[in-house]
Nanobody, 132 residues
Framework: QLQLVESGGGLVQPGGSLRLSCVVS??????????IGWFRQAPGKGREGVSC????????KYADSAKGRFTISRDNAKNTVYLQMNNVTPEDTAVYYC???????????????????????WGQGTQVSVSS
């Protein structure tokens, strides 16, 4: 069983920065086998894939809205994945979720996708609000 807990959300002014954390607790499994994705859902909108990182950390992907502003990273020793968000805008206001995809157990250590249905485990989310 895998549990994911997000933190780091809050209220930030436009142009500011936030770092979201996703702590993963794995019972009988290893984070080394999981790709991790960050998703968000704004009020009245569908879920959007923001960024993902492969199980081996060698592949990262970003939505066009996040490119050049957000950076995803992982520290498997700390069982934590981060999303550094810089130069945020009001359009970044949403609940942010991290999710885990167990494709490493299929030998796919270098792959990650921004498609939500591919992910097996989800956190409860953290609210990010960007406003002056």
């Amino acid at each position: 069983q895998l549990q994911l807990v997000e933190s780091g959300g809050g209220l930030v002014q436009p142009g500011g920065s936030l770092r979201l954390s996703c702590v993963v607790s794995a019972s009988g499994m290893s984070l080394d086998y999981f790709a991790i994705g960050w998703f968000r859902q704004a009020p009245g909108k569908g879920r959007e894939g923001v960024s993902c990182i492969s199980a081996n950390g060698g592949t990262t992907k970003y939505a066009d809205s996040a490119k050049g502003r957000f950076t995803i990273s992982r520290d498997n020793a700390k069982n934590t994945v981060y999303l550094q968000m810089n130069n945020v805008t009001p359009e970044d206001t949403a609940v942010y979720y991290c999710a885990a995809d167990n494709r490493g157990y299929q030998g796919l250590f270098s792959l990650c996708v921004l498609s939500g249905p591919e992910y097996n485990y989800w956190g409860q989310g953290t609210q990010v609000s960007v406003s002056s």
